[in-house]
């Protein structure tokens, strides 16, 4: 690891200053240019800092970013790397020699190791998350300060995603992707659902379409057959009946339909 003194590291975490940082940045970019040696950036976040500081004050503060450095170096001392507090609550930690795979690995091994190690105030016990982003060189780019950057964008887009996560900048698009499939199939379901209604139960779907509340997966007995005014007919389970009309439950492919009924829609109900 590159010499540095003491003095330029942070009294309060005992970590490397801000000052610090473009120091080892050159120091691995140098040795990815004169030898190929990859490098990786670990951006990191406390989650809910703020919140900590507001509720119960900034020597509580003081006290989780104590905590949260000695639990950096105890799980990464023996690592090549360099931590660097960068402000606030957050640090960037370079790892010397180690792609975006082995880094991610080393992340989350640290991120399971903070929330099994208790912090304790005053004599309470509080749990700690953070939330990371990673980039590598060669692999996300080779300009330092872009890989910052890069690392940092991961790390918002992990808080994003509900905090006390890891993201390789590498894999943001394909989570991106992955939620997109997500949607679409969720998508495609319910679109069967309506279109099995339509022609099995041959539901009228022009007014029920906007009417359906939810799709359950357990199938409830029928207990009515209603006639409608469009020439179709429904049978299902009623749930409700008021003067406004009648919530039914039906049957459907994926399981149990709830749809609601307006008196007016409403010819016949023949019940069983």
Known sequence: MMQINDDQKDFLTKCYTKGSLNSFLLK???EYSAYRKPYSLLVIDID?????????????GDDVLKY??????LNLDDQNCSIIRFGGDEFVVIFSGMDSKETFHLAVQLENNVKNRRFLFKGREYKVTFSGGIASCP???????????????????SKKRGKGKI???SSMGFESRKRSIIMALLAAIVIGAIATAHYVFKIDLNFLRDRIISVQKSVSSPSAKIYLRSGHTVEGAIVREDDNGIVLKFKMDVGEGTVSLKKSDIIFVDRK
């Open 139 to 157: 692999h996300d780019g080779s300009d330092p300060e872009e890989m910052l950057e890069m690392a940092d964008k991961a790390m918002y887009y």
């Open 68 to 73: 949260f450095s000695s639990s950096l170096r």
């Open 48 to 60: 809910e800092f703020k919140t900590f500081n507001d509720k119960y004050g900034h020597m509580f």
């Open 167 to 169: 993201t390789q900048f």
């Open 28 to 30: 691995a970019q140098a």
